[in-house]
Structure formats: C-alpha cells, structure tokens
C-alpha cells in the first residue's frame, strides 16, 4: 500500500518525524497549518492507529511488569517519517 510509514520494530530507539494540530485565532487562513515535529524515543507500543514512544523510562523493582516513564503516542497518519537510531 502506498504512503505506509514502516515503523521500527519495538525496543527500537528512533527519530519520528511527524506533524502536530495546531489551533489559531485570528490570523489569515493562508498562515494555518500543521506544526511540523521531531520526536525522539524508544518504541514501546504500536498499532494500526498510534505509535507510543517512550521519552524516559523510570527504573523498576525487579519482578514489576509494566513499565513507567514519559510517552507520546503519535497518530500513525501523521508521521512522516520513522527512523531507527543505531547505538
């Protein structure tokens, strides 16, 4: 399928590039668009409508299941671009 943004597989450290809603009040229609953005993390969850990267894990008890930390869950409609960083 065209226009299908491959995503790195989970773990994965990456680079996302996508594009943010914006909101604006009286300014000129030809101003209004998307914010464009760059997000960096580690890829904790996919699916067919979002993309949850991780931007800090908090360290755990051992034997603790579910992770916690700071994650952006991205729409999958609006990345445009997913790249892995290699360590």
């Given amino acids: 399928m065209a226009g299908?943004?491959?995503?790195a597989a989970l773990n994965?450290?990456?680079?996302v590039f996508w594009e943010d809603i914006t909101s604006h009040v009286n300014v000129e229609l030809r101003e209004v668009k998307p914010a464009p953005c760059r997000s960096f993390g580690v890829i904790v969850k996919k699916s067919d409508k979002?993309?949850?990267i991780a931007t800090s894990i908090f360290e755990r008890e051992k034997g603790e299941k579910e992770i916690e930390g700071d994650f952006l869950a991205i729409p999958?409609?609006?990345?445009?671009?997913?790249?892995?960083?290699k360590p």
């Fill in 12 to 15: 994965s450290l990456v680079e």
């Fill in 50 to 52: 979002f993309v949850v």
């Fill in 4 to 7: 299908v943004i491959k995503l």
């Fill in 76 to 85: 999958t409609g609006t990345i445009r671009e997913c790249r892995q960083i």
